[in-house]
């Protein structure tokens, strides 16, 4: 049973436009989102995170917004970029669950075409 | 300032043989994880820690086992290595209520 869903595996978009990455999750007690950033061969890293209290975080070219009645997050990059092209995962934490442990989705890959 | 470092990068490992993976990290950091990573699937929590002394099972801990004798190292026995092991696996640490920072990954395959 996922709790957290990333539904797309690959999206594609051009340089300098909107890169959108959706994220849905199932578990009400989820309080913390965070969205990691993943190249081959590395290691996860964080890219942004948002409170279950906020509804939007803005982080230079890096957006994330929570609906939080949908159960939906998503992450918008304006413009995209060549570099970002990645695996983007999506985590969700349960405060009420076992201290720090955070719930992955399966990524979505992002390429970014020049 | 090193981050979480884990050893070995690549292993080849064979049916039955055994090996620790090595974790450790140098920002003092209470909580410690390790996860797996299979092909086109998220991450999988193996086993974590609160603290020196304090483990638990995550989401897949069977076949492994982890130990935290010092707030620094947190590494991940194979036993009995199986081919449903081969994977890649991360360790990552933090302090309660921040973001994660992952170590670079082991790759192993076992044949």
């Known amino acids: 049973d996922q709790q957290v869903k990333q539904n797309s595996p690959s999206l594609s978009v051009q340089e300098g436009r909107i890169s959108i990455l959706n994220c849905d999750y199932t578990n009400s007690m989820f309080d913390y989102f965070l969205w990691y950033k993943k190249y081959p061969a590395e290691g996860p890293t964080f890219l942004i995170s948002?409170?279950?209290?906020?509804d939007k975080n803005e982080d230079g070219r890096f957006t994330v917004f929570l609906n939080k009645s949908a159960k939906h997050l998503s992450l918008h990059i304006v413009p995209s970029q060549p570099g970002d092209s990645a695996v983007y995962f999506c985590a969700a934490r349960n405060y009420g669950g076992s201290q720090g442990n955070l719930i992955f989705g399966k990524g979505t890959k992002l390429s970014v075409k020049p | 300032n090193a981050g979480v470092t884990q050893t070995p990068k690549f292993r080849i490992l064979k049916i039955g043989q055994s090996m620790t993976l090595q974790c450790t990290q140098d920002m003092n950091h209470n909580y410690m994880y390790w996860y797996r990573q299979d092909p086109g699937m998220g991450l999988k929590l193996i086993y974590y820690?609160?603290?020196?002394?304090?483990?638990d099972k995550g989401e897949v801990p069977n076949g492994y086992n982890v130990s935290r004798s010092t707030t620094e190292d947190f590494p991940l026995r194979l036993e009995l290595a199986a081919p449903s092991q081969t994977s890649v696996y991360f360790c990552?640490?933090?302090?309660?209520?921040?973001?994660?920072?992952f170590g670079s990954g082991t790759r192993l395959t076992v044949v």
């Open positions: 948002i409170s279950s209290i906020k």
């Open positions: 820690s609160v603290g020196a002394g304090i483990t």
């Open positions: 990552a640490s933090n302090r309660q209520a921040e973001g994660y920072t």
